[in-house]
């Protein structure tokens, strides 16, 4: 991604270049025709040949610069989502942290240089901040529902402070670069342990560790569920988004999906299924199974917990829209 970016601005700022040198020399030698015999007659044809030439090219240009700051976001007007975020980041600015540029995410990144992993939403990379701390750096990918995944996140994880909750650092919003700063954990994520497939590799934990990354999950939902003054219910809780720290705490991550509830509702609303197959709550699936509410995350642990033991098999494919891939017959 970045260095696609990179390469899009190289020949933005080249093409601007040629363009510019062309016009100059263009100009240079037209002007050179009218010195001699004669040249009183061909200066207002030179005059309108300069004039014509300019027409043209000086658009060229303005258009090659407004590419060019678009993919910097430089650009001094905003689109309706970013006028959006913009105005709900104003109506919190007490609850987000530190904002940082894109210039600012590419030298703590070191211009991306190293990648922690890819999902849906964006990259994630390892940079360091000024103190020295590590930290992991998720790009959000530019695509329509950037928004409203943006503000999720932020709304979300500025609200909670607890050990088994992921901690955002700071955040980049600068036209359509948009990147969300964590804490980093350097073990990872809990998927790359859970799975029988990996049992006998080096990767393999010890049941206690697995009973007590088990519990800090539980303690992380239920602060999220009854401990915020507004109320979090996550929707997407799988393997991929309990990352661990240098202890094996396991910490709840990835906010995108989240939705935020007054503490008084017991049943909440969503526009649509949201979660992944094989976790997604069945009421989250389809209205016919109940009311949504916290308990849908349960179900989401309770799935996680069952891969932990052994006891299921991460056997569901990506590609089926059946339900009895959201959800087994037997966990209902």
Not at 236 to 258: E, R, T, V, Y
């Amino acid at each position: 991604m970045s260095l696609a970016d990179e390469s899009d601005k190289f020949k933005f700022d080249k093409i601007y270049m040629v363009c510019s040198v062309v016009a100059a020399v263009a100009i240079y030698f037209l002007l050179q025709t009218t010195v001699g015999v004669g040249s009183k007659r061909k200066t207002p044809i030179i005059a309108g040949i300069v004039a014509g030439t300019l027409s043209l090219l000086f658009p060229c240009l303005v258009i090659l610069k407004f590419f060019s700051a678009s993919k910097d976001g430089l650009l001094p007007f905003k689109s309706k989502d970013e006028a959006r975020v913009e105005s709900f980041l104003q109506k919190n600015g007490k609850l987000h942290p530190k904002r940082y540029t894109y210039a600012d995410v590419k030298r703590m990144t070191k211009s991306f240089a190293v990648k922690l992993g890819e999902g849906a939403f964006g990259a994630v990379y390892r940079g360091n901040l000024h103190d020295g701390r590590q930290v992991a750096v998720k790009m959000l990918k530019d695509t329509k529902g950037d928004a409203e995944e943006f503000m999720n996140e932020v709304a979300s994880i500025s609200r909670t402070s607890h050990v088994n909750v992921v901690t955002l650092l700071g955040f980049c919003l600068q036209g359509s670069k948009r990147a969300l700063i964590y804490e980093y954990m350097p073990n990872g994520s809990l998927e790359r342990y859970v799975f029988n497939s990996n049992m006998n590799s080096g990767n393999s934990l010890s049941w206690e560790k697995l009973f007590d990354i088990a519990i800090g999950m539980a303690r992380g939902l239920e602060y999220l569920h009854r401990g915020c003054n507004t109320r979090i219910v996550h929707f997407d809780i799988k393997p991929h988004n309990i990352i661990l720290d240098q202890d094996f705490c396991s910490k709840i991550s990835d906010f995108g999906l989240a939705k935020l509830c007054l503490n008084k509702e017991t049943a909440i609303s969503i526009a649509g299924a949201r979660g992944t197959i094989g976790y997604i709550a069945p009421e989250v699936y389809s209205k016919q199974f109940g009311i949504i509410s916290s308990k849908s995350d349960v179900h989401s642990y309770g799935m996680m917990v069952l891969e932990m033991v052994g006891a299921r098999d991460r056997n569901t494919s990506g590609n089926s829209e059946s339900s009895s891939q959201y959800f087994p017959r037997w966990t209902i």
